[in-house]
Every structure is written in structure tokens, then in C-alpha cells.
């Protein structure tokens, strides 16, 4: 008999509680709330041998996930994703350790089937009926598909320059589907005008507490693949920041159940040169970030301008010795070609983007070329076939192929 | 120390064997070879438990799989796709068990990268340089990201009506890669006279023996992830048909090592209407097909006018009491649409078929209410974009949206 350990939200800010069996939104002081754990209690009933028996799904990590009935729960076999390493291409720079966790491979293509998958779950538990949100693509797809199996409505508007294929995720699941003239935030204040006035569930980052729990099982599970004992460095893609901020919080809370020890992996935030709000914050050593103007770069997942959890992201930066660095567009989409051709990893540019700070870290000197070092790619390079030129030749069924 | 217990190639036609450890390609009278198993020795060492100690890729099946040492396998962490169950839309059509394997779940987003990452491990053990194949597509992206990430050399020709995203495949991992104005038949050819004249190593369709181990490890994982007990129906989408042959032969393992009981599934042949050379020879009970002229259906994958392997599709038909289904490209696109909208399952049309096909034979009666019915679906509906029609309405950032 498995359950949920939550017993309570708790803004990330002011420290006010909620109660967790009730739907809400952000904190009255209008920061995000998290979704707090009896760890002590989860340490005592669960064994790390006990995930040995289960499917290697995110679900695994039930204890430590908010879904209250197993009968709530909307998957489609999302998690445990892979970790595959890069050797070639690690030697190829001086790293000797270097590591990919492939969010590629889990439905709707992108780490986003985490947070959406618990966060639907979820909705549907507390009774939630229509979701609303803007996405840059991946978010709003996989959101469509897990509540089109939740029998939940989805409203989703995303900029008219989110990539393609992502539409056809929201079209094909039947959600209330609507593009804009803009980023990302200008889809934000079209959902929060109509939150406000047809009482919908506002699903947009971290305005719901349990999105960030879904993808805080990434963090969960890069501790179980590695033994129990977490890399040296771990490199992720920031837009919202969701993923980071959930890592750090599944370190925290695998450290307070004594599942590792105290050592913190450096959390590097990787951004875009054409859109670094939190590069900026953290070479200023700011608390927050500010709204980046005139955004735009080819890894479109990581072009937010401003994000609402800024403050955790850079936190989590500042925590555990970690940095924020800004690759360029050419730099993106040359880690993109040769990690799929040295290393047959077809990423996506967010996850190429952190192949380009890597490089960047190495030459610095701020990666070190012994340390264990994980690369987080988010997505399959499948969801963006416009990132790769193809040129090829068209033979009649009479020609001959040149010698390889 | 977990190894291989291949012992020798065997004729699936003539029974005549082969040294495993030398590069082969068919017998010489000219039908696919099998790799065959000491299953014994096998039961003998390995036991099931022993499984939930190993990662969940399709290595787990060491044994039972071709590559002699560890340092040979080329992988990214293929295998071990979930298997969701489908309950609201087999309510609908009174089908109470009704499941989806989907392997979409994996790298290259298609069930190809199980027979690549195998074939080519295998290839590279073997000492082989460059590869060579036909594709309808996703095969051609399978091998040309494993064979980037062995660092061989993969030569793909693909039809020019091949979905587009597999030409993003082939152009990033670098193979060299030609299109034709012609069917995978005229592509075969074309790869046939450079073989010949290159002494490059022919990897089409079960003209080499390790692919179709790859694919067996569906049917292990089948067996595995229902408890060592088989589903009673399991639908398959058939083109070359090595998917379909492998699952019969990992069926028939199993048995020989005593792992699941004598009870056959019955397995089910679907086809499309434009291309249906197994279906056709089912309905006449004959052993083999003929060459099906203007070849034609949305569902590509399974395009094949005459496959190599069609002999062995019927015996594995026949054998377990199953049948040879055709579905109109009409009612693909439409189980395509349902799937996703009612389970959020956003499958490829080769997929879609199947649930197509399930409605027909519980139609027909063929299919039974209570029985236990596995779909496969063969890969995501990411990578055809081009079925899904996208008509969505595009705001201004001062627009508000109409109640949903």
C-alpha cells in the first residue's frame, strides 16, 4: 500500500501554509507555493530496495509525489528516462566523466510529460475541470495530451514562433488551442484575463504547486541511476527554470530523508545570449532577474524573458556553488550536429545549449576534467527539424550510389 | 558476468547453420538466417529476478541477445517502453483489457532503434566497416544515429515520400544519405548493386541476422511486463514484418526456457488497404505473398510490396491461430485522431492501425470482449506531423478568449 508523505503547501517566499487538499494558486504575497513532505515518516516506511520492484516510471517515487489515490493518477509510462554517456565526445574536450539524461525519450518528446503528468493528476484529484496556460511549444503539448486522458478541458495559447510540430500535439488531443502575436508572456496575460473571468485553473509555471514536483522526480532519479550518489555538476537549459528548481528540491529532500549525503551537485543554469535574464542576475549577484528585452534566440523553450521563479533558480545557483552561462545561437546549433554525430544523441536546442556551456566551463577552467558531469537535454531534436539543413540527393531507381 | 549464449546462425528455410562469429548475410539458399541460443544453458544461469536488478533497456536480456562482449554495445538507453492501458476507449468498443505498447518511448522516437542499436553492436563486434540499407524512413534514422554513435559508416537510401523528419535523422547523425524517386523495392535495388560492387555490409530487412534479435526483445518485454504471462491477441502493424517475426521468436525462447506456459498469443498481421501482399496470401492460406503493385497508404512504414520475411509472418500467424487484417487509410487517420483525443496517446499511423484494426475484429467477433488485447504501436506521431490537420485561430496580445 503505497501513499503520498505531503502535508502541506508553503510559499517559497513568506513561509505561509496552505492546505494541500484544496485547490490553489500562488501565495497571497504572489510567490509560488511548494508542496512540503513528512520526509522522516517517507524515510521510515520506504527502501531504496523497494523501487527495485516497481516500473520505471516516475511513479515509482509515489511516497514523494502529491497524488493522494492511486486511482488519480494519468500516466502514459513517463520517467526513468536514460542516462547515456558520452565518451567520445568527452574525450574529444577533457572530460573525462561526462553524462546525458536523455528527456527525449518520454511522451510528447519533452521533460515537460513530468510536470504535466503530476500536475494533471493532481488538478483531476482536486476536482480541477478546465487548465489554462501559455506555453513555448512543449508545455502546452504535453499539458494537451495528459489531460485529453485525464477527460480534463486545456485552454493553451503559444507565440505563432513556437515550433510546429507542437501544434499538431495540441490539435491532435483536442484541446482549446489558440497561437499569439508575441512571447510568451504576452500568452500569459491573455490566460490570466481569462482565469479571472471564467474561474478557469491557471496552470502557467509555478502559479499551480505541482508541476515543479513532476519534474523534481528528474532529480530523483539522476540519484537513484547514479547509486545514490549524485555527479559532480549537473548542466540544465533555463527558461521558467521548473527543472532546476525541482532538482534542488529533490536533492534537498533526498538529503533530508539521508538517502545521500551532503554534498551538493553545482546546479549550472544554461540561457541563450539573445535572451539571459538569470545570467545577468547572477554575473550581478542579484536575488532576482529582470525582464529581458527583445527575446529571441533558435532554442525556443529557454526564451522567457521573465520568470516568476527567478529567485528559486538563483538560489539554487547561489546554494550549491553553481553559475549561469549564455551560449550563442551558432554555438547552439554546432553542439547539436556534432553530439548527434559523434554520440548518435539527436537533442533538442535546449539540450544542445548545455554541450555549448560545458565547452565554455572547460575552457574557463570552472569544470575540472575528472568531475562527473551531467548534461540535461529536454527534449528529442525530432520536435525541431527546422535546427537541421538537410541537402540530399534524388536518384532514379537506375542509378548507382558513389563508393562511401 | 552476464553473456551471450548464441551458439550458431540457422536457415529459417533449409536449416543449414553458420559460424555466428563471421560476418553473414542470408543462406546461400538465399532465406534470412536466425540466430540461434544455447536456452538451457541460459534457464540454467539466468532467472527472473535477476532482472529487476538491471537497468530497463533491452540489454537487460543479455543473454538471450547476440553481442559476445559488453564493450561492444552501442547503445542510448533503447528499450522497455511502457505499456499503457487504453480503458476509456475499450469501454467504448466493450474491449475490457485493451493495452498499448508504445514505442515511441524510445531514441529516434520509433521500435527501429531496438533492431539498430542490435544490429549495429553486433556489426561492429563483427568487424564491419559501413552499412548499407533501403528505408521507408525510420529504419534509415535508427541505423545512421547507432551507427554515428559506433563511429561506422551507414549508407541510406530512402523513397522521396519518406516522412521528412527521418531525412532530419540521417542529415545530423551524417550518413551518407540519397533519396529516390521510387518505392524501398527500387531502393533495395540500388543498395543491392552498390553492395555487390563496394563489399559493403547489407543491413536491409532480415538480410542480415542480429536486427530481428533486436525487435525480439518487444516479445520479452511483453512476457515481462504482463507478469511472464502473454496477452491473448497481440496486433501488430506489418511492413518488412521483422517485428511481428521477432515477437513470435522471443515467444517461442521463452517457452523453451520454461520462463512462460504453452499458450500461444494470437498474432494479428495488420496491413494497409493500398498495401497488403501478407493480408492477401492469409485470405488464399498461402505460405508466401507476391509483389503488390501501386503500393500506396498514409500509414508509410508499412509500404512494402513484398517482403523478404513474408514466409515467416504467415507461419507466425498460422502457428498461433491469429490473422491478417487490412484497414483503409481513412479509418488509420481516424483511430489516430480517437487515440489521442480519448487516451492522449499520440501515436504514428502504423500505430493507429492497430486500434483500427481491433475495432474490426471485435466487429467481426474475432476479437472476444474479456480477452487480454496488446496494440503496438511502432513509434510517435511526432514524427508525421503531416496526418494531423492544425486549423487554429491566431490572437493579438490585447485578443480574450471566448469561455471554453
Known sequence: MRESYLTHLECSKCARTYDPDQPHQLCSCGAPLLARYDLAKAAAVLKKDDLLQRVPSLWRYRELLPVRSETNIVSLGEGMTPVVPLKKIGAENGL??????????????TFKARGAAVGVSRARELGIKVLAMPTNGNAGGAWA??????????????????????RNECAVTGAEFYLVNGLISDAGKIIGRAVSRYGWFDASTLKEPYRIEGKKTMGLEIAEQFGWSLPDVIIYPTGGGVGIIGIHKAVKELQAMGWIGEKMPRLVAVQASGCAPIVKAWQERKGDSQFWQNAHTV????????????????????????CAVAVDDAEILAAQRRLAAVEGAFVCPEGAATYAAALKLKEQGWLHGDEKVLLLNTGTGLKYPDTVQVSVPVLEPDDDLPEA
Chains 1, 2 share one sequence.
Open 145 to 166: 495530451t495528459y489531460a485529453a486522458r485525464a477527460g480534463l478541458k486545456a485552454c493553451i495559447v503559444m507565440p505563432t514562433d513556437a515550433p510546429m510540430i507542437t
Open 96 to 109: 573525462k566523466q561526462l553524462y546525458l539524461k536523455d528527456e527525449g525519450i518520454i511522451p510528447s518528446g
Open 299 to 322: 532554442a525556443f523553450g529557454i526564451n522567457v524573458p521573465k520568470a516568476l521563479g527567478d529567485f528559486l533558480v538563483l538560489k539554487a545557483i547561489y546554494e550549491t556553488g553553481g
